[in-house]
Nanobody, 125 residues
Framework: QVQLVESGGGLAQAGGSLRLSCLAS????????MNWFRQPPGKEREFVASIIWNGGTFYADSVKGRFTISRDNAKNTVYLQMNTLKPEDTAVYYC???????????????????WGQGTQVTVSS
């Protein structure tokens, strides 16, 4: 069993930055492909960024060039550095885990092995 706990959300101004963290329990973190998703108010959850267990990264077009996903396997943590924030980045951000997946992400959220509880990010204009 793996538990994921997000942190680092909060309020930021447009153009500002935030860094989200997702701490995973368990001893096999390095074997998981880790994703960040977000759910804006009144909308469906959407893919943001992925870091595959072998280090490859993949981003949604809406965040490419502004957000950076990284991982520290020694700390069982995946990060999402968010720069040049926009009001439309306002959402609850979730991390999710896929065991040994070489596929960056899935649209079917039921395919994920584990989800965090989410952290709120609010960007003011």
């Amino acid at each position: 069993q793996v538990q994921l706990v997000e942190s680092g959300g909060g309020l930021a101004q447009a153009g500002g930055s935030l860094r989200l963290s997702c701490l995973a329990s368990g001893r096999t973190f390095s074997s998981y492909t880790m994703n960040w998703f977000r759910q804006p108010p009144g909308k469906e959850r959407e893919f943001v960024a992925s870091i595959i267990w072998n280090g490859g990264t993949f981003y949604a077009d809406s965040v490419k060039g502004r957000f950076t996903i990284s991982r520290d396997n020694a700390k069982n943590t995946v990060y999402l550095q968010m720069n040049t924030l926009k009001p439309e980045d306002t959402a609850v951000y979730y991390c999710a885990a896929l065991y040994k997946s070489i596929v960056p992400y899935y649209d079917d959220l039921d395919l994920y092995d584990y989800w965090g509880q989410g952290t709120q990010v609010t960007v003011s204009s």
